[in-house]
């Protein structure tokens, strides 16, 4: 089994390599690559979107990116492979982007990305640091995993789905923030599992075995 982590030029991808390959070996789920290659992306058994930055900027890159955006589509939409966006990546699979200027998105998950509005003005903008997820739905993702387990965010911006079955888990920020997203074969991680410790592997371990 191959497992594709998409290089657009925007992501974490050394620390994301490191932990796919590390629950890969582990797991014995196959081949691990980083690759800028739609051709690659094409023939993979599994896709991985990560992304770092403002969500225009990121749309377009994955665009201008040598075909990888019409390989993945074809990939997830017509093929059924399994996808896990993180970060930026996540944000990607909404139907639209608020940051900075309406943007279009992938349009996976019906919903909009939006800044963070925490009620308590303490609390600021960006959203960084460990938080504890609060499970919504059950979902071989979650496997071993229980709520309270904590992850590790970096972002301004998040997810409102419109429907709540959707979302899989969201953490609390003075508002509830959409965690993990999920339908059919897709998967999103507002958060990073590249440097979510324990937790963190663990979702990658079920994302490489899980079979939709």
């Not at 994301?16 to 890969?24: I, P, S, V, Y």
């Not at 709540?164 to 990073?192: K, N, P, S, W």
Request: proline share 5%.
């Amino acid at each position: 089994m191959l497992t594709a982590i998409i290089d657009y030029e925007s992501g974490n991808l050394h620390s994301a390599h490191k932990a796919f390959e590390r629950m890969a070996r582990e797991t014995g789920t196959g081949e691990v690559t980083v690759t800028a290659d739609a051709d690659v992306v094409a023939r993979a058994d599994r896709l991985v979107l990560p992304g770092d930055g403002a969500f225009p900027a990121c749309m377009a890159a994955l665009k201008g990116a040598g075909g990888l955006y019409d390989a993945m589509v074809e990939a997830v939409e017509e093929k059924g492979r399994p996808f896990l966006g993180i970060c930026v990546g996540m944000q990607l699979m909404a139907s639209i982007g608020r940051e900075y200027k309406d943007t279009p998105g992938l349009g996976w998950i019906d919903g909009e990305v939006t800044e963070i509005a925490p009620s308590d003005p303490k609390l600021k903008v960006p959203h960084m640091g460990w938080n504890d997820l609060v499970i919504d739905h059950p979902h071989k993702v979650f496997d071993g995993l229980e709520t309270g387990d904590h992850t590790y965010f970096v972002h301004s911006y998040h997810m409102a789905v419109t429907d709540q079955a959707e979302r899989l888990a969201h953490v609390d920020y003075g508002c509830e923030v959409t965690a993990i997203i999920g339908r059919d074969t897709m998967l999103g991680m507002q958060f990073h599992p590249e440097k979510s410790q324990t937790t963190g592997l663990r979702l990658i371990s079920n994302f490489l075995n899980w079979k939709p």
